[in-house]
Structures are given as structure tokens and as C-alpha cells.
């Protein structure tokens, strides 16, 4: 097979052989002076799991104020009934659709961030997906991921990848350069893709850019090896995930972490979010797939001795306007809640509830900055001290049991 420029190109840019994502420059592993860097324990001993929910998910519908009577005058055809809430506490419930998530919840391995956003909120899907994975202020444009400013201060060669992400999509808060990014659907599937990538001889008067190529074919084929060797010597789960997209995301993400392939970070997202009508059943069978999905991959990850080495959190690019449309759906907003699991996590809520007494163009006003959550999982999660430009000096919320 006679190898080019355009076919490698082609091949690691996600539709023949999906390596390196779109935005993303990995290094190479032969640089000495990464090599000798001193690792965090953290970034090799525990993962994270980043669950985008795409287009937007309806925060007040997921996580419902109980007694608040405004919630009900602001949406009296798309508001809950009693028989679709779960009672938490005495102030909050979640969504029935979201019950295979109670036994976590009742075990004290869940937790509510509430009222997690931004100053001066943008409701663009695409300005506001990229503050999130940036870590920017809404005034402000960043040209790197809020993970690619974290991972590329502690680079490890031991790595397979900085990043998995499972079932396509951008690389998100992965963007932007010194990053080795997977994008796959399967890892047999990429295994063999890998194999079949041509060996190219290295000629003295290769152009720097060929040489660039190669570095990152022999990226490839390294990641692909170390992940086929890891997978083969996985553990049975003996878990049953669920047939949808999302549940088979949760399956991969499951054997990724499972078999103790090295790598920090696995994205996987579930669309459809953006619920401008019909909200209610949309909504519903939205959070039934996530919920089936996260519950089948917190039983695989406990099965395996797993679930206290791994966190996973989700979020999306804004809430809902508190006030229901014309069309028994929400507009684009502001605030929501996001959900951490864990089995190092702090059961219960964090934050406060946005107040509905209080609302700005029927728009919820946020009450823990975003970047608390980042800071957390930074600082607690995987134990980098100090102020960072990821963070922004924002203080990590106290929702790790250990440090």
C-alpha cells in the first residue's frame, strides 16, 4: 500500500483510524525532558469520566425545588407531578427517570452541584459549550481545553492518551495542542485499524512535516498496542449494559478503566438536549438512557474494585429558562445542576438552588461559579496543588472523601 501525506492525514483524523481529534497536535514520547517530570499519583492512579449532555439539558426539571410553589407557576403543563419526582430531602427531588441512580444516591455516592454557571451567561449552543470547555470567562476567548491546560503540565510517557473519547465528537475540553486524544467507537475496531497503518521508512531528506506524521503513527501504534495488551487481560465484569448508544458508550468507557488502560480522561455524550417542545417525554426518555447508562457502569467499576478510583461528572453548555414556551418545551437558559458519582465522593448536594423569586428575563442566576467544579477535580481529584490557570482561583467544593 503506497502511504502519503493525504492518507495518513485521512487516517488519523477520525474517519478511517480515529486518532487525533480535530484541534488536537499530539507530542511525541521521545522527548527526554518529559520523560524525567514527576508525574501526580493522581493522574495515574484514578480516571475521570466526563459525561457531555448535549444541547442543553433542563436543569429544574432534573433536579426539582419541592417547595417551592413558583416552579409550578412557572411551568403549569411541563412542571412534575409527585409521581414523576424522587424525593431526596425535604427540599429537593430528582426526576423518576433518573431512578437506577437512587442506589448510588442512597449509598452516598452521589452528589448534586447546584446552580453551577457563569457571569454574564451566553445562550449560544456553540459560545457557550466552548466557555465550559475552555474555562473562560463569557467575555473571553481561550484557545485551549480546561483539560489541555491541566494535562499538559504533567505529561507522562506512560500513557496510552491524555484522552479517550468514545463515540465521536470534538475533543471538547481536550482542545488545542501537546495532546494525545483517542476518538473511537471500538476498541477492537481501532486495534485493528491501527495494525493496518503502513510503516513508512524514515529517509534523511524527509520533510519536517513527514517526520511529524511518522512521530504520530508510531503514537498510534503504541496507544493501540498498550490498549489491545490491557483489554485482553481484562476482568468480567459481569455486567449486561444497556442496547442504546449512550449504554454501549458506558460499556467501552467501562472496559477502558476496567482493564487499567492508562489514560486520565474518557468523554463520552449523549444528545438531544435541546428541548424547545415536547419537553416532558423527551426529557423523560433522555434521562432514563443516562441514568440505565451511569448504573450499569457504576456496577461494572464496583465489580472490578474500580468505582473508588474513578469520578464521573457531567455538563452541558447551559440549563433551561425557568419559564415554560408555547411549545410545552424550555428555551435556551442559564443554571443547572450537575451530578457526580464516585465511590471517593461525598453523598448529598453541594451549593444552593437558584431562586425562582429571583430570575433575569425568566432566566435562573447561577450560584456556584463552574469553575468550582474544575477546580475540585483538579485539586481533589487528582491532587495537582496551587493556584492554576485552569481554576482561575476558584475553590474546589468539598465533595472528595479523600484528598
Known amino acids: 500500500m503506497e502511504f502519503d501525506r493525504r492518507t495518513f492525514l485521512h487516517l488519523s483524523g477520525g474517519a478511517c483510524l480515529p486518532w487525533l481529534v ?23 492512579e484514578r480516571t475521570l ?6 444541547g442543553g439539558n433542563d436543569g429544574l426539571n432534573t ?8 416552579y409550578r407557576e412557572l411551568r403549569p403543563r411541563i412542571g412534575l407531578n409527585k409521581n414523576q419526582i424522587i424525593e431526596l430531602d425535604s427540599k429537593q427531588g430528582m ?8 442506589e448510588a444516591w442512597e449509598a452516598e455516592e452521589a452528589n448534586w452541584i447546584l446552580g453551577l454557571g457563569y457571569p454574564d451567561p451566553n445562550r449560544s449552543h456553540f459560545r457557550s459549550i466552548e466557555i465550559w470547555e475552555t474555562g473562560s470567562d463569557s467575555d473571553e476567548e481561550l484557545q485551549e481545553g480546561w483539560l489541555t491546560r491541566m494535562l499538559k503540565a504533567q505529561p507522562d510517557p506512560e500513557r496510552a492518551a491524555e484522552g479517550i473519547i468514545i463515540g465521536g465528537g470534538d475533543a471538547g475540553p481536550l482542545y488545542g495542542t501537546g495532546l494525545r486524544v483517542i476518538n473511537m467507537d471500538d476498541p477492537e475496531k481501532f486495534s485493528r485499524q491501527a495494525r493496518a497503518v503502513p510503516e513508512v521508512a524514515r529517509g534523511t531528506d524527509a520533510r519536517k512535516a513527514l517526520e511529524h506524521l511518522l512521530d504520530v503513527q508510531d503514537d498510534i501504534k503504541k496507544a493501540a498496542g498498550i490498549i489491545e495488551e490491557k483489554i485482553q487481560a481484562s476482568p468480567d465484569h459481569g455486567v449486561r449494559f444497556p442496547g442504546t448508544r449512550f449504554g454501549q458508550r458506558c460499556k467501552i468507557a467501562a472496559e477502558m478503566v476496567t482493564s487499567g488502560v492508562p489514560c486520565p480522561v474518557i468523554k463520552i455524550s449523549i444528545g438531544g438536549f435541546d428541548t424547545h417542545n ?11 438512557e443516562l441514568a440505565d447508562g451511569l448504573a450499569a457502569l457504576r456496577k461494572a467499576l464496583i465489580a472490578t474494585g474500580k468505582w473508588d478510583h474513578t469520578l464521573i461528572s457531567t455538563y452541558s453548555e447551559f440549563g433551561r429558562r425557568a419559564r415554560e414556551n408555547g411549545s410545552e418545551g424550555t428555551d435556551h437558559g ?8 464516585g465511590g471517593n465522593i461525598k453523598g448529598g448536594f453541594s451549593g444552593k438552588q437558584p431562586d425562582l423569586g429571583k430570575l433575569v428575563r425568566d432566566d435562573l442566576i447561577h450560584t456556584t461559579d463552574y469553575r468550582r467544579l474544575y477546580a475540585t477535580i483538579e485539586q481533589k481529584w487528582f491532587g495537582l496543588k496551587g493556584r492554576s490557570e485552569v481554576s482561575r482561583g476558584a475553590k474546589p467544593l468539598d465533595v472528595i472523601r479523600k484528598g
Open 22 to 44: 480535530p484541534g488536537v497536535e499530539a507530542w511525541a514520547f521521545d522527548d527526554p525532558q518529559q520523560k524525567q517530570l514527576k508525574v501526580a499519583p493522581g493522574l495515574r
Open 49 to 54: 469520566i466526563l459525561v457531555e449532555l448535549q
Open 63 to 70: 433536579v426539582i425545588p419541592l417547595r417551592d410553589e413558583r
Open 95 to 102: 426526576h423518576s427517570s433518573l431512578k437506577p441512580l437512587t
Open 278 to 288: 415536547n419537553q416532558l417525554n423527551r426529557h423523560s426518555r433522555l434521562l432514563t
Open 334 to 341: 442559564t443554571a443547572a445542576p450537575h451530578l457526580l458519582l
